[in-house]
């Protein structure tokens, strides 16, 4: 998120324009797949555009974002402090490497473009600690661009992966079938896969 050229509403919250076209359909998906009722653990919040607009589709849930960037979780106070909605908590300093989390128990765990700007240790520690604050049937639910059997989606999402490795040759796009087998280590099944815009995937684990 840091990474992204953000824009800035009237009131002087920070924008992500990605996140501001991505929202409704991962929003659509989210909204199929979450329980019915319970705590939603948001990993890598941003800007908290996402968490934000997730509490309003979805009242029922309540919202807990969290980022390990200090400057992130300013900007999710702001938009906490914009919307004043009561099923959103106030934001935790989480990195998801830092075993165990100070966050849960949750009946999901959310996690939006994070695994492919941040090395496979986060990808291991996400699954890690998802498997402990959630129960039985817990969602763990991912998106972003993939590599699917070894393929790239699209050309666009090819030129998306040599940029991110020539600036951290620890970062890159994922293979969905090294995320699978990494998810069954830790209790997860087989994901559904959800197709979304601009050639990324949504990929819904739960836990056994």
Known sequence: MRNEELDVSPDKRP?????????????????????NRG???????GTGQHVVHFARMMPHLTWQ???SDELCLEWIKQWIA???RENIL???????TELPWQAGPAAAV???????????SATEGLVRGAQAV????????????YLRS??????????????????????????????TRCAALHGFGQPELHEMPTNNLSLVFRKH
């Open 15 to 35: 924008v992500s324009p990605s996140a501001e076209r991505n929202k409704g359909p991962i929003a659509d998906v989210l909204k199929r797949v979450l329980p």
């Open 39 to 45: 705590l939603v653990l948001e990993i890598s919040s």
């Open 65 to 67: 974002p969290s980022e």
């Open 82 to 84: 914009a919307e004043a």
């Open 90 to 96: 106030p934001p935790v300093r989480l990195d998801v």
């Open 110 to 120: 959310v996690c939006l473009n994070m695994i492919h700007i941040a090395p496979w």
């Open 134 to 145: 959630l129960g039985q049937g817990g969602i763990l639910s991912l998106y972003g661009p």
């Open 150 to 179: 070894g393929v790239h989606t699209s050309p666009s999402n090819v030129a998306f992966d040599r940029e991110l490795r020539s600036r951290n040759p620890e970062w890159g796009l994922r293979h969905v079938e090294d995320v």
